[in-house]
Each structure stands twice: as structure tokens, then as C-alpha cells.
């Protein structure tokens, strides 16, 4: 025989014992792998997105804004999920909130 009757039996209880601390063991990386994670990544990114929710959220009509193609100009309506912007003297563009970037200071635009 290649294993002996007594080493044998002995073996499932040694390794009971020390495989559900190893288990744990191999599994923390994992888990301070996605700690980092939502850290570095997640939090700042849902963070992010609060704030452009309350700045899309507090624009009025006259604001000096920016939005996601390049374009300036002042709010001149507002409506639930649109805002028409007027970009150059008669000339008004129809977007959606979500589009605007920033908010500029008054006064940027002549």
C-alpha cells in the first residue's frame, strides 16, 4: 500500500481544520481588492455625479452655462427635462439638462 490506514483517516479532519482558514485566508485579497476598488473608483465617481445632479438641478433662467459639445450660452427657458439656450443673438438650441457641464460665473459671456 502506498498510504498507510492510519495517516488515511487522520487527513479529512486535518484538513477541515485548516481549509476553512485557508479559504479565509485566500479569499482576502478578493475582498481588499474591492475595497480599494469602491474607494478609489466608485465613491469619487457617485460623488461626481451629485453634484452634477444638484448643479443641473439648481440652473435658472439667465445662467451662463457650458454644455457637453463646447457651446456657451445663457438659459433663457427652462422645462422638465429640457432648457433652450440661446447661443448667439437670436439663436436659440433646444437641450437636454443632463448636457450641461458647468455653470459660469455672470458676466462671462458679452
Do not use: C, N
Not at 23 to 47: A, H
Not at 69 to 77: C, D, F, P, Q, S
Amino acid at each position: 500500500m502506498l498510504i498507510s490506514p492510519a495517516f488515511a483517516q487522520t487527513a479529512p479532519a486535518a484538513a477541515a481544520e485548516g481549509g476553512m482558514m485557508a479559504s479565509l485566508t485566500g479569499m482576502l485579497p478578493l475582498v481588499l481588492m474591492f475595497v480599494v476598488l469602491y474607494f478609489i473608483m466608485i465613491r469619487p465617481q457617485m460623488k461626481r455625479q451629485k453634484e452634477h445632479k444638484a448643479m443641473v438641478d439648481a440652473l435658472a433662467k439667465g445662467d451662463e452655462v457650458v454644455m457637453g459639445g463646447g457651446l456657451l450660452g445663457r438659459v433663457t427657458r427652462l422645462s422638465e427635462g429640457y432648457l433652450h439656450v440661446e447661443i448667439a443673438p437670436g439663436v436659440e438650441v433646444q437641450v437636454q439638462r443632463s448636457a450641461v457641464v458647468q455653470v459660469l460665473p455672470k458676466g462671462t459671456l458679452k
